[in-house]
C-alpha cells in the first residue's frame, strides 16, 4: 500500500520559514519524480517544486529563490523549504509521486502565512 504522509505545516507570520516534509513508503522511492503543489481555495492546485529521481529541480517563478526541494533516498523523505514566505503561499500543500503512469498523491499540509 502505497503512502505519502505530509508534515510540517501551520500557521507563519509573513517573512517566516517552514520545512514540509513527507514520508513515503509502497513506493521505490527513489526512482520517483517528487513533487509539491499546493491549493488555495478556490484555485487549481499548481505545483510549486519538482525534484528528479536524479536530483534536478524545477521551480516556477512564483517560488524561485525562496523555496528549495530536496530528497533524501535513504530515509524515503522529500521535504520542501520555504522562507520569506508570504501571505499568498497560503494553501493546502500536497506531496505527489510519478513514475511513468503511476501518480500518488498525499493527503495534505495545511500552510497558513498570516500577521
Known amino acids: 500500500q502505497v503512502q505519502l504522509v505530509e508534515s510540517g505545516g501551520g500557521l507563519v507570520q509573513p517573512g517566516g520559514s517552514l520545512r514540509l516534509s513527507c514520508a513515503a513508503s509502497?513506493?521505490?522511492?527513489?526512482?520517483?519524480?517528487m513533487g509539491w503543489y499546493r491549493q488555495a481555495p478556490g484555485k487549481q492546485r499548481e505545483l510549486v517544486a519538482a525534484?528528479?529521481?536524479?536530483?534536478?529541480?524545477n521551480y516556477p517563478d512564483s517560488v524561485k529563490g525562496r523555496f528549495t526541494i530536496s530528497r533524501d533516498n535513504a530515509k524515503n523523505t522529500l521535504y520542501l523549504q520555504m522562507k520569506s514566505l508570504k501571505p499568498e503561499d497560503t494553501a493546502v500543500y500536497y506531496c505527489?509521486?510519478?513514475?511513468?503512469?503511476?501518480?500518488?498523491w498525499g493527503q495534505g499540509t495545511q500552510v497558513t502565512v498570516s500577521s
Open positions: 509502497g513506493i521505490t522511492f527513489s526512482h520517483y519524480r
Open positions: 505527489n509521486a510519478n513514475y511513468a503512469t503511476l501518480i500518488y
Open positions: 525534484i528528479t529521481s536524479g536530483g534536478i529541480t
